[in-house]
């Protein structure tokens, strides 16, 4: 009886700083100041649909999903050797996926920097090498490689965690009845694989489109995604109205693809 | 054999490109030159320099003081949560428990901006206790869900046992529950605790009137080249989270000869 009212004091911490605040979103994004009082407006919300806007949510979209693909096609692989038997102490290649995640990102992403630069450390390399120098610093591509250092891990470990529950004898099976390694895996293994891909879709894409601080360190000044937007609608030019208006689209926007994502999972549900 | 080798170059590779930028760091803290790409020679003199510069020294004691405090507020708060949620049931539990992954669903930025409105529009200054009252609030959906878990594997008739034998319930609670799902609470508070002292886009909007964490002063930094002191502070710190796993493996690996330990296990 007495237990319901101990998650009391949570339920109220949740409202207050959870759902409360969210409201106030809403609130910023639907009025404007009018005469000393704030009136109902659609203004803010229809500027989000502006060309120029448009743009910079495309152009968030795009990268978001340029670097979940990269992070795809990059961490199965790496999913699929870690589980596979030639490696006995795969658990602590595991923690190895996870270990860069204890340095601090910004700081991560900023040596970056040192590598990418004219005069960094990869171009020293290509030079001795005797390959044409790359200068993608300030570029789309830097921030890809961004996006796609930081949440790698992300996609690797949901992929990892259900191809190490599938059941080994179904493989052997697969080969003694005659497949070819390439037809278990496209026949066996990925398929029962699909929900660990579809955590890390959302958990590489969901980041990667909210970013600001790896556009504005890798990507320079004219690079802005949608995240950059938001931030200097409440930082530098204080619109809270239509940096309001923009997080709710950017909301909406997640929940639309997490929902049709998960639905594409079926009735098991649950995001992990 | 072949697919074996293969299979060696490609993980080393992909370990090459996550732990380059590491490397990077670590290496130009002990560079005496000091802008970044050139190296002029080894040097700790960064080392030395670091426990001096008061303007580091006070975010790393921000960073410090508010993920203990955080951690250890979010720990009891969300225990008695996940109590309190273990013995509701229906919609009400659903609703209750669903509330929970709000915090981690909710794109960071969406959350660091909503509370710097919410401070405001309550007038919170915006500091340290703001950023202090942020960062509970993401920590504690990491500390229900990992305290849930093991309160549904409790025995409950243990605890019917000790009422039958005339424990008040609190009593009851601390000396046969609370054993029972401490390795939660533990893992809860770890998670919590990491969680805050890496965290930026929270505290970034949360936060205001010279309190900065590590993470905000790297921030700022980037933009005018960073300074080799924090690359030695990161060397630092990320030698104590190695250090860290390190005994806690070596105490798993000890635990589980003696008894079977749950830390990591479902």
């Known amino acids: ?272 | 054999m072949v697919r074996s080798w293969g299979s060696r170059v490609y993980l080393a590779l992909i370990f090459l490109f996550l732990y380059a930028p590491i490397a990077v760091l670590m290496v130009f803290s002990f560079n005496s030159a000091r802008s970044r790409g050139v190296w002029g020679g080894f040097t700790l003199d960064w080392y030395a320099q670091l426990f001096q510069d008061r303007q580091i020294m006070s975010a790393l004691y921000y960073t410090l003081l508010c993920a203990l405090l955080a951690a250890v507020l979010a720990t009891a708060l969300g225990t008695v949560a996940a109590i309190g949620l273990s013995g509701m049931r229906g919609l009400p539990r659903l609703l209750a428990s669903n509330l929970a992954y709000l915090p981690m669903i909710n794109p960071d930025i969406v959350m660091g901006l909503s509370l710097m409105l919410l401070f405001i529009s309550l007038k919170i200054p915006l500091g340290f206790v703001s950023m202090l009252l942020a960062h509970i609030t993401f920590c504690l959906p990491f500390v229900i869900f990992s305290v849930l878990p093991k309160l549904k594997q409790t025995q409950t008739e243990l605890y019917d046992a000790a009422l039958d034998l005339g424990a008040t319930p609190l009593y009851a609670y601390a000396k046969v529950i609370i054993p029972q799902i401490r390795p939660g609470i533990v893992t809860g508070f770890l998670l919590a605790f990491t969680m805050s002292i890496d965290d930026f886009v929270v505290s970034f909007f949360a936060t205001g009137n010279g309190v900065t964490n590590v993470a905000i002063t790297i921030y700022s930094m980037a933009r005018r080249g960073m300074n080799p002191k924090i690359n030695a502070l990161l060397t630092i710190m990320f030698a104590g989270v190695i250090l860290l796993l390190f005994i806690a493996n070596r105490r798993l690996a000890s635990d589980t000869k003696s008894k079977q330990s749950t830390l990591f296990t479902k």
């Open chain 1, 1 to 272: 009886m007495k237990k319901k009212l101990i998650s009391g004091p949570y339920l109220a911490w949740m409202l207050i700083f959870s759902i409360l605040p969210l409201f106030l979103v809403v609130w910023y994004a639907l009025t404007a100041e009018s005469e000393g009082e704030r009136v109902f407006t659609l203004a803010h919300l229809s500027r989000v649909f502006e060309p120029i806007y448009l743009r910079v949510i495309w152009r968030s979209l795009r990268l978001a999903l340029i670097s979940t693909a990269f992070c795809f096609l990059l961490g199965y692989p790496v999913a699929l050797i870690l589980t596979s038997r030639h490696f006995k102490r795969h658990t602590i290649l595991v923690v190895l996926v996870v270990l860069p995640m204890w340095m601090n990102f910004l700081a991560r992403t900023y040596a970056w920097l040192t590598l990418l630069e004219k005069n960094g450390l990869i171009n020293h390399i290509l030079a001795f090498l005797h390959l044409p120098a790359m200068n993608i610093l300030y570029t789309d591509a830097a921030v890809i490689l961004g996006m796609v250092y930081n949440f790698l891990p992300f996609m690797i470990l949901p992929i990892y965690s259900t191809l190490y529950k599938i059941d080994h004898s179904l493989i052997e099976a697969a080969e003694d009845l005659g497949a070819t390694p390439l037809t278990t895996f496209r026949r066996v293994i990925f398929p029962q694989s699909l929900a660990g891909v579809l955590s890390g879709v959302i958990m590489v894409f969901m980041p990667a489109v909210t970013t600001f601080v790896i556009s504005r360190l890798l990507g320079g000044g004219q690079y802005t995604l949608i995240g950059n937007m938001i931030e200097q609608q409440f930082l530098t030019t204080y619109d809270w109205g239509f940096g309001s208006a923009l997080s709710l689209f950017l909301m909406a926007l997640l929940l639309i693809t997490g929902s049709v994502l998960m639905r594409s999972r079926g009735e098991e549900g649950g995001l992990w």
